[in-house]
């Protein structure tokens, strides 16, 4: 399994980016997407999920994030996307492409980020 | 909104100790508790999911136990591999967010 982020930059307050996550080594449609961010020294905080096909790729943000962020996929190049906008200088973190693995009995109740990328470094300052 | 908290932020001990990080949920959780470990300037590594089950590859000296609000995660005797800092994660489809991160547990060298 590996999964390859690309597009981080240092952007100025107010524009928007595109990150890259490139997958291979696995079924890339079988499984969730999302991304991790970590601003320099300090914790995980997750962004954004997307589930399957089957699933019907629904799609999850962080509060922080909700109506600036939009994550999307194309199984066909096994690639997921993080489209940013209106970026703040909170936004500056390395960005984690993950891999979500789901624990599924008659419902799945339990998800988790069994792969993660090398990051991409989002710098948001003027 | 769930809550994760961990105890201790930062730990110090000696090759051969055994040790533990606590991580506390502010509601129940059932068993659905990840562990992570993360070496600086490296991506997290996923060590443990739903709560006790080993990632394959990852070393039998890591454990985990809990259920509900409190988890452990346990080292049997500290290698010089280990330090690093160490991140529990929470699933909850229930209420946003959907992923809870802890604030992380910094394990160094005494």
């Known amino acids: 399994v590996q999964l390859v982020e690309s597009g981080g930059d240092l952007v100025q307050p107010g524009r928007s980016l595109r990150l890259s996550c490139t997958a291979s080594?696995?079924?890339?449609?079988?499984?969730?997407m999302g991304w991790v961010r970590q601003a320099p020294g300090k914790g995980l905080e997750w962004v954004a999920f997307i589930e399957t096909k089957a699933y019907r790729e629904t799609t999850d943000y962080a509060a922080s994030v909700r109506g600036r962020l939009s994550i999307s996929r194309d199984d066909s190049r096994a690639i997921v996307y993080l489209e940013m906008n209106s970026l703040k200088s909170d936004d500056t973190a390395m960005y984690y492409c993950?891999?979500?693995?789901?624990?599924?009995?008659?419902?799945?109740?339990?998800?988790?980020?069994?792969?993660w990328g090398q990051g991409t470094l989002i710098t948001v300052s003027s | 909104d769930i809550q994760m908290t961990q105890s201790p932020s930062t730990l110090s001990a000696s090759i051969g100790d055994r040790v533990t990080i606590t991580c506390r949920a502010s509601q129940s959780i059932s068993a659905w508790l990840a562990w992570y470990q993360q070496k600086p300037g490296k991506a997290p590594k996923l060590l443990i999911y739903?709560?006790?089950i080993l990632e394959s590859g990852v070393p039998s000296r890591f454990s985990g136990s809990g259920s509900g609000t409190e988890f452990t995660l346990t080292i049997a005797s500290l290698q010089p591999d280990d330090f690093a800092t160490y991140y529990c994660?929470?699933?909850?489809?229930?209420?946003?967010?959907?992923?809870?991160f802890g604030p992380g547990t910094r394990v160094d060298i005494k």
């Open positions: 739903k709560a006790s």
């Open positions: 080594g696995f079924r890339f449609g079988d499984y969730g």
């Open positions: 994660q929470q699933y909850n489809s229930y209420s946003p967010p959907l992923f809870t």
């Open positions: 993950t891999r979500i693995r789901r624990q599924c009995g008659g419902v799945c109740s339990f998800y988790y980020f069994d792969y």
